[in-house]
């Protein structure tokens, strides 16, 4: 079912400029994901979508538009995601700036366990699938878009720059160009803390799991994500310990899906971009790892824009999306469908 809603701009907004903007239409939808059908842990295969739409979609039913893909972070869903970019004003003002008309879509990936990783598993579902394939052909499908890898974009924040890094290495036939914002999970993960993997192993159903702290949570979804095991009810995943003893094999799992270590084996599906883009808050504790994939890319030869700024994880999310984040797609986006 599609919602409706033509949003007024509103009338302040601390990133956005005093600039006359047009009202962007936003569509509130339900994408059906076959590459998410019988995943173990139950994650509905129908996902929200929202979809913003140019103000002058509707008055121009020839004109075609580029898609951005804007993925979201872990624990949270796609309306707070709107909310951490402050949108629609700041795609409004974006465009009311210069920015060219697009498409751009949020879809929603969290999971029981509070987020997908944008991971294929077993257990979760395989959301690569899922964003690479079934969302945009969906949105090719149902709207006016130029229907090339030239044309689409993949962004995303934290888990959402993980996914942007991940698919966007497995897809260069779907992407044209990535912005991966403050991404996290780029280099191998450590055991927990024995009091983190005691927690874990005492849960007994997926529904203690709500209890648990931010990284607690956080270790259960990427074990579900990147160690899935079919045998292992109900959480059907494998755990980095038992019974208080680390499992290598398990942590050697969670290092084959780390970016820093898996861009190895992608240098040639990058070369294919026609620009890709990282930036981090200085006061990010993320700020090594997303510094190192640049310096990786950079002596493969693979051009790379790198932004090091005044911030931390989370400050300057809506500022980076409206005045970072879209002109770079405006600027490296092809936006003529005969080209």
């Known amino acids: 079912m599609k919602i409706f809603a033509h949003l007024m701009v509103a009338a302040a907004i601390a990133c956005a400029p005093a600039v006359y903007a047009q009202a962007v239409t936003v569509e509130k939808i339900t994408v059906h994901g076959t590459s998410l059908e019988g995943n173990l842990e139950g994650n509905s295969a129908d996902r929200s979508v929202i979809v913003y739409l140019p103000a002058d979609y509707a008055a121009n039913p020839q004109k075609r ?7 979201h972070g872990y624990s949270i869903n796609n309306e707070i995601w709107t909310r951490e970019i402050k949108s629609p004003a700041t795609i409004e003002a974006a465009f009311a700036a210069g920015v060219k008309d697009m498409i751009i879509v949020l879809p929603n990936s969290q999971t029981v366990h509070n987020g997908s990783m944008y991971s294929n598993s077993v257990t979760t579902g395989d959301w ?51 912005y991966a914002m403050s991404p996290c999970c780029m280099s191998a993960r450590g055991a927990p803390p024995p009091e983190t993997a005691a927690k874990l192993e005492a849960l007994k159903s997926p529904e203690e799991s709500k209890t648990l702290g931010f990284m607690e949570r956080a270790t259960l979804a990427t074990a579900s994500a990147w160690s899935p095991n079919p045998k292992t009810p109900p959480f059907y995943a494998d755990l980095p310990t038992k019974d208080g003893v680390v499992q290598p094999d398990v942590l050697a799992r969670w290092a084959a899906n780390a970016p820093n270590a898996m861009v190895h084996q ?35 030869g693979i051009e790379n824009s790198y932004q090091l700024y005044d911030g931390d994880h989370v400050s300057g999310v809506a500022d980076r999306f409206q005045n970072h984040v879209l002109p770079f797609f405006d600027k490296n986006l092809t936006f003529d469908s005969d080209k």
């Not at 538009?65 to 993925?71: E, H, K, T």
């Not at 690569?128 to 130029?146: G, H, L, M, P, Q």
């Not at 070369?271 to 950079?298: C, F, M, N, P, Q």
Request: aromatic share 10%; glycine share 10%; hydrophobic share 40%.
């Open 266 to 300: 992608y240098v040639p599906s990058l070369r294919k971009y026609k620009a890709i883009a990282l930036d981090v808050g200085d006061r990010d504790g993320l700020k090594t790892d997303t510094e190192a994939l640049h310096k990786i890319l950079s002596d493969y």
């Open 128 to 178: 690569e699938s899922f964003i690479a394939r079934d969302v945009v052909a969906y949105i090719d499908k149902n709207y006016r878009t130029i229907a090339k890898r030239e044309s689409r974009g993949l962004a995303g924040h934290s888990m959402g720059g993980y996914g942007t890094m991940r698919i966007g290495m497995k897809h260069p036939e779907v992407f044209g160009a990535l």
């Open 65 to 71: 538009y580029p898609v951005i893909y804007a993925l």
